[in-house]
Nanobody, 126 residues
Framework: QVQLVESGGGLVQSGGSLRLSCAASGRTFSSYVMGWFRQAPGKEREFVAA????????YYADSVKGRFTISRDSAKNTVYLQMNSLKPEDTAVYYCAADRFGGAVPTSVPGSYDYWGQGTQVTVSS
């Protein structure tokens, strides 16, 4: 069993930055693909970014490419999402997720992820 706890959300002005963290419990964290998803009010959950177990492969949604960076520190059992040049449309609850079997291939498919955090709110004001 893996538990994921997100932190780092908050209120920021348009153009600002935030760094989200996701702390994972469990000894096998380093072997999982890790992903970030988000859900805005009235919308479906959408993929944001994912990273392979080694950190060597990353995958981003087109809407955040060039602005967001996903990274991981396996020694700390933590995955990060650095968000720059934030826009009001980035406002959402951000969720961290773990895929036990993704290996070197990060995926954008929510159904591939086995564990989810409870989310952290990010609000970008215009």
């Amino acid at each position: 069993q893996v538990q994921l706890v997100e932190s780092g959300g908050g209120l920021v002005q348009s153009g600002g930055s935030l760094r989200l963290s996701c702390a994972a419990s469990g000894r096998t964290f380093s072997s999982y693909v890790m992903g970030w998803f988000r859900q805005a009010p009235g919308k479906e959950r959408e993929f944001v970014a994912a990273i392979s177990w080694t950190g060597g492969n990353t995958y981003y949604a087109d809407s955040v490419k060039g602005r967001f960076t996903i990274s991981r520190d396996s020694a700390k059992n933590t995955v990060y999402l650095q968000m720059n040049s934030l826009k009001p449309e980035d406002t959402a609850v951000y969720y961290c997720a773990a895929d036990r079997f993704g290996g070197a291939v990060p995926t954008s498919v929510p159904g591939s992820y086995d564990y989810w955090g409870q989310g952290t709110q990010v609000t970008v004001s215009s």
